[in-house]
């Protein structure tokens, strides 16, 4: 039995307040298609507070490049996909 004396400090935080690599590299293809930060963040499980506050952290630094493309990425498909038509009407 462990006598140590109990730091919440020393306890992690679940998974899902991490930026792993996966959900960086899910929210960037995301991103790259729809262009929306809020439907991005939602589609990985966090919120659009928490992309910001990444791209500021030195060790978010790759992944506010890989914003910036993405959002390239996604302005260029805005600008060569025709808008939707309603045929419907």
Known sequence: MDDSPHDPAHIPAPGSYHWTPRLQREFLEAFATNGSVKISAAKVGMSPSA???????????????????????????????????DLGA
């Open 51 to 85: 992309v910001y506050q990444l791209k500021q952290r030195p060790e978010g630094a790759a992944f506010r490049l890989g914003c910036a493309a993405a959002l390239l990425i996604a302005r260029g498909r805005l600008v060569d996909e025709p808008p939707a038509r």
